[in-house]
């Protein structure tokens, strides 16, 4: 636990505004996912009825608007630090659309807000009765300042108001001041804290459309670059209930749940070549999955069972079981430290025969041994386990901007490969910025770095994503065959930041190097480098949110001619769908519909994607319009 404090401390450094070093991580200035998401409008819809509860599970990047009617926060499970579960709403400096705040600025500013739907809380629904002090209604949820990103300030803060509909005024009801999260460890103990407040008064609250807001003032670094400008001042909110029957001692949940989701097979990496994978499959996968956690929200000790099964296209299962154990509730002891739960074994190497996906379907699933007459308590998880044409440490979610401050710095991510061959292509991962970047940069493979043998480089500048992850791809003018170690990077040409994506959720050791003038060194920070070399013998790139199967999905007439566009989607009522033309532009969003009007259309070639909001899965099939 000492060691998680110091590095907190170490991070919040970093995290906290550009500085003089050389080697630098900011948050993000943009946010695409946000960026691609629809934004749902208020509805009209009936008052909701009590319980109100939410854990922001995160099958989109969205808050239920069922319950809230807003949607500047970000549903996430890469901003939350030890959570109770998994998902949590994130308040920053970025607005709904994923860019920083107009009105952001040094000295404070009102950023986001998350406002629930009305909530009847004149009567209950299944007593047909008022509802009375008595009782006992309470209002509680997690929150943490900081968590994976930069700590708020202690100008900055978090704060929770009521509504009177009576009154129609909004009343401050908790607050709390920004600080790091290793101080707020040390103060609480914990890294999330649970607020219980009941709600007294009657005259004032106990209406037919009472509401509770949460919003966030947030600051920024006063930073003269705009290269160097970032999101600041994230919190973190998790578990929000609402409901009658409450104490303050009312502070479990009758769940069982996964916390995280579970690390990669792979040794190293999170994906990697799959003629790489098959030369030396065992010493690519894991020993074990290390750190799956697992949350007893509840006051009782559970006797539970934990297992995984990977299966591929040709339904051939590989089943782990990791037998059963007591879980202790979660605000006792935290999570289950059980070693055949917390770290499972890898059990078995992934197929080898060619006909099969090279896309694997682990699915995660824990759950309580109950008697005849008691309700089972469980979870699952789907995890993907890819081989695509690339080496990627990152699981293509950026949570901060890596870059150097220098003119002529540079910086290489190590890899290794277990046969030799031919490297095509490199894929980065830009950051979106404030004014855009379009800054050159040297695009550099090293065969070594002591002595450092410099094997390809090219003057490239950074350019628009031409993946559906985001990355940027650059072609190499002459193809490179590589064996055993190399190293992928850049090296800067001006003082601004290339601000390359850098995933938090995964540190993968002694991969990244950095060169200031002093020769090589190790990077301090922890996490992921964005950066993805690609070889020849390819595999479709696959997207790990594309997986379903392309025939679950009929699009017809495609080219379309005139009239409408009809769809085909088993549980179509599951899905939404979006529309891009090919500059990545959304031109259309619906809910799933049977035929889509699209006569507003210019001729060209369309993107269509349709997202589950179950599932979270992902297909993107190519329109072509031709009137």
């Known amino acids: 636990m000492k060691n998680k404090v110091f590095w907190f401390i170490f991070l919040t450094l970093f995290l906290a505004e550009p500085i003089l070093a050389q080697e630098q991580l900011i948050g993000l200035s943009q946010n695409k996912i946000l960026q ?13 009825f009590l319980p109100f509860f939410d854990d922001f599970k995160p099958t989109q990047p969205i808050p239920n608007q069922k319950l809230w009617t807003d949607d500047f926060v970000f549903v996430n499970t890469g901003f939350q630090k030890f959570p109770p579960n998994l998902g949590v709403a994130t308040f920053d400096a970025l607005d709904q659309y994923g860019a920083i705040y107009e009105q952001a600025n040094s000295f404070g500013f009102l950023a986001d807000f998350l406002t629930s739907q009305a909530i009847r809380l004149d009567s209950l629904k299944n007593e047909n009765r008022p509802i009375l002090i008595s009782d006992s209604v309470y209002l509680s949820f997690y929150y943490q ?29 908790w607050s709390e001041g920004g600080m790091p999260l290793d101080s707020f460890y ?10 219980l407040i009941p709600i007294t008064d009657s005259a004032r609250f106990f209406h037919s459309n009472f509401r509770f807001r949460f919003y966030n003032y947030a600051s920024l670094a006063n930073t003269v670059q705009n290269s160097w400008q970032s999101n600041a001042d994230q919190w973190n909110i998790d578990y929000v209930k609402l409901d009658v029957n409450r104490t303050r001692n009312d502070i479990y949940s009758e769940d069982l749940v996964f916390v995280n989701m579970p690390p990669s097979f792979l040794k190293k990496y999170r994906s990697i070549p799959y003629d790489q994978y098959k030369n030396d499959p065992t010493n690519s996968m894991a020993d074990s999955l290390h750190s799956v956690f697992i949350s007893n929200l509840s006051p009782t000790t559970y006797t539970a069972e934990y297992s995984y099964v990977i299966s591929d296209q040709l339904q051939q299962d590989s089943l782990y079981s990791g037998g059963s154990a007591q879980i202790s509730p979660f605000v006792e002891e935290g999570y289950s430290q059980f070693p055949r739960f917390k770290d499972p074994k890898v059990i078995s190497f992934f197929t080898l025969h060619p006909e099969s996906s090279k896309v694997f379907t682990i699915r995660h699933t824990v759950n309580t041994l109950v008697s005849q007459n008691e309700i089972q308590k469980g979870d699952t998880l789907i995890q993907k386990q890819i081989f695509a044409d690339y080496f990627a440490y990152d699981d293509g979610s950026s949570e901060a901007g890596y870059g150097l401050s220098g003119n002529g710095n540079s910086a290489a991510l190590r890899f290794k490969l277990n046969t030799a061959d031919t490297l095509t292509s490199v894929q980065i991962y830009f950051n979106p910025t404030l004014l855009g970047n379009e800054d050159y940069f040297y695009l550099r493979i090293w065969t070594s770095l002591s002595p450092e043998i410099l094997a390809y480089e090219k003057l490239v500048q950074v350019s628009r994503a031409d993946t559906e992850l985001g990355f940027c791809t650059y ?12 190293y992928v990077g850049f090296t800067q040409t001006t003082e601004s930041n290339l601000n390359i994506g850098f995933d ?13 003038g002093n020769g090589w060194e190790q990077s ?34 495609n080219p379309l001619k005139s009239g409408s566009l ?8 599951d899905y939404f769908i979006r529309v891009y033309d090919l500059m990545g532009k959304l031109v259309y969003s619906s809910p799933y519909q049977q035929q889509l009007v699209l006569d507003f259309l210019k001729n060209g070639i369309y993107l269509i994607r349709f997202q589950n909001l179950v599932t979270g899965d992902r297909n993107s099939q190519k329109l072509i319009i031709s009137k």
């Open 186 to 195: 040390l103060i609480n103990q914990s890294y999330f804290k649970q607020i």
């Open 475 to 486: 072609s190499l003018d002459r193809t490179i065959v590589l064996s055993n170690e190399f």
């Open 566 to 573: 009809s769809l085909i989607i088993e549980n179509g009522e």
């Open 504 to 516: 938090l959720s995964f540190s993968p050791e002694e991969s990244l190097f950095y060169n200031a």
């Open 145 to 173: 300042p900081q968590g994976t990103a930069n700590a708020p300030e202690s100008s900055d803060s978090l704060v929770l108001e009521f509504y009177s509909g009576r009154d129609q005024l909004w009343y401050p009801i």
């Open 524 to 557: 301090v920070f922890s996490g992921a480098l964005m950066i993805r070399p690609a070889f020849s013998k390819t595999i479709k790139s696959i997207d790990s949110s594309q997986l379903m199967n392309d025939t679950a999905i009929q699009i017809y007439p």
């Open 36 to 48: 691609d998401k629809i934004h749902f409008k208020t509805t009209s819809e009936s008052s909701v």
